[in-house]
């Protein structure tokens, strides 16, 4: 195909405004799909974690036929602590669909991915969706989007964006605001019209850069990227160039493109198609796939850096071997240095003792889904609590700062300021967004956030919400308050009693039901005072 009938794009928006609902959306118009494929409600979302959580954390690859055009859709995880995925992603595409929630408008991580996509000189076209929704106001939202590039110092060009609005759980999309309901094609020639093609040189010597990995049992690592320049030959060898500078020669095994969701094999691909390539040994992102005889690397890959770790180690707690398959170090570390192969902004160190390894990613979320697809898979092992990832830089501390968005009732509104306050939050916004609902935007240490959500929720009823995401480092900003309760402790080893828990219901929260089993040393629960307090949990009558 030529390379000007190519259209390479990807999707960015803040988490949960619809970009994988969008996606599906158009795969199904398409006429790609059998109706026995359509029946999932995300057919994008296709990890057990991503379809529990709704939302995006894999960056994932489809392509669509639309009248003589081929369009290569790359959809990209929403939240900034999957940032390292949308770095690489967007180094693929040529343009940006930009979707932004008709009620909520632009987000912190609307903010952290479009200023990703402004600084490579990507030109979005802004999707307003959810406009059947109760409270959308697309107006309102398209003007905060205007804002938003305002302040990122986005270039006339880029300001002067392409707008559509849509339902993507619907399947419509609107040319104005009131217009009438039409199906999808107005965006799809939208993307044909505003997108540019690939400006890489057919005619010149293959490269290609990695900027995604696979892996299948059969043809081993695959790695995932956009032909830069010239065209793949099947009878020719390969060079690729490592990220310090050593070459590997290989030949091709297989080489895949995508059609609808599905990897097929291609005997051959040009520039500006999106393929994947088997065959070497050993391959990382960000690594140069050329030509044997004029071997030359493009530009590594710069991933932002960890701001969060975890210390992950042997369990060694009385119930160790109980509930996991893999237990020992050895199994640990592997487990985690076959991750950072794919998971491109983590960080594994090892540490003084053996049996324990300092993890560190770009945040709570980041951390979370890692140690829970561990969890599934069977290993078992206890973690720290989290720190900041500090650094120095002329002798000063620095420490990471978060961007956070706060949406409570009025009424709430004081006590929420006082506890960010405590924890060192600095506001620099409020703004009405409904009839008794007020927006707060802070800046706060990511130390300051450990453990706020959970006291927003007790503080506002349940009715409070918090987005935030990486702001920038700053000068480290001292002590923070510690926490005010203490913890309840056991006393013995044995099983929970109604009984017990009857009892000590009045002493603080508890953690665990009855009937379950407890260790010696084992936190059960949290102290109303602020002393540490060990009960006895297994008391019968």
């Not at 706020?452 to 503080?459: A, C, I, K, V």
């Not at 009693?497 to 936190?523: C, D, H, K, W």
């Amino acid at each position: 195909m030529n390379n000007e009938n190519i259209r390479n794009i990807g999707i960015i928006a803040h988490v949960d405004h619809g970009k994988t609902t969008l996606v599906d959306c158009l795969l199904r118009q398409s006429g790609m799909f059998r109706a026995a494929e359509l029946a999932e409600s995300c057919i994008m979302d296709s990890n057990d974690l991503e379809k529990e959580r709704g939302i995006t954390i894999f960056s994932k690859n489809a392509s669509i036929q639309y009248k003589d055009y081929k369009i290569n859709i790359v959809d990209t995880p929403g939240h900034a602590d999957f940032g390292g995925e949308v770095e690489r992603i967007l180094k693929m595409v040529n343009g940006v669909l930009l979707i932004v929630d008709a009620s909520e408008g632009p987000m912190p991580q609307t903010r952290f991915v479009l200023k990703k996509s402004l600084d490579l000189g990507l030109k979005p076209i802004v999707v307003v969706n959810k406009i059947d929704r109760p409270g959308a106001n697309p107006e309102n939202a398209l003007n905060e989007v205007f804002d938003l590039f305002v302040n990122l110092g986005a270039s006339d060009e880029q300001l002067d964006f392409s707008t559509i609005y849509t339902s993507a759980k619907q399947g419509f999309c609107r040319v104005e605001p009131e217009g009438e309901n039409q199906d999808m094609k107005p965006l799809l020639d939208m993307i044909v019209e505003k997108v540019e093609h690939d400006k890489g040189d057919p005619k010149g010597t293959f490269q290609m850069l990695v900027s995604s990995i696979d892996f299948n049992d059969y043809v081993g690592r695959i790695a995932i990227g956009k032909i830069q320049r010239g065209v793949y030959d099947p009878d020719k060898q390969y060079t690729l160039i490592k990220r310090s500078g050593d070459m590997e020669e290989f030949k091709v095994s297989k080489l895949f493109a995508y059609s609808g969701l599905q990897r097929v094999e291609m005997e051959e691909a040009a520039t500006g198609d999106i393929v994947g390539i088997s065959g070497m040994k050993e391959v990382d992102i960000g690594e140069t796939i050329t030509d044997r005889e004029y071997p030359e690397a493009l530009p590594v890959i710069e991933i932002d850096e960890p701001t969060l770790s975890i210390n992950f180690s042997v369990n060694n707690s009385p119930f160790a071997g109980r509930e996991g398959k893999f237990v020992t170090s050895r199994q640990l570390r592997d487990r985690l240095f076959k991750e950072i192969k794919l998971n491109v902004a983590l960080r594994v160190e090892e540490t003084e003792t053996s049996e324990a390894f300092r993890v560190s990613g770009r945040g709570e979320l980041h951390l979370t889904i890692l140690i829970e697809t561990m969890r599934r898979e069977g290993y078992e092992f206890s973690i720290s609590r989290p720190e900041v990832v500090l650094k120095k830089v002329d002798d000063k501390t620095l420490e990471p700062e978060e961007f956070a968005i706060i949406d409570v009732e009025e009424q709430y509104m004081g006590t929420v300021m006082e506890a960010m306050g405590q924890r060192k939050g600095a506001m620099k916004n409020m703004l009405h967004t409904g009839t008794e609902s007020i927006r707060l935007e802070f800046v706060v240490p990511t130390r300051g956030l450990f453990g706020f959500r959970s006291q927003l929720l007790t503080l506002t009823r349940g009715t409070g919400v918090i987005n935030h995401s990486f702001h920038n480092y700053v000068p480290y900003c001292g002590e923070l308050a510690s926490r005010n309760n203490g913890v309840l402790i056991s006393l013995e080893n044995g099983s929970t009693t109604t009984f017990s828990l009857f009892n000590l219901q009045e002493r603080g929260t508890m953690f665990l039901g009855p009937a379950e089993e407890v260790y010696t040393g084992m936190i059960i629960g949290e102290n109303n005072k602020d002393n540490d307090l060990v009960v006895n949990i297994c008391k019968k009558k």
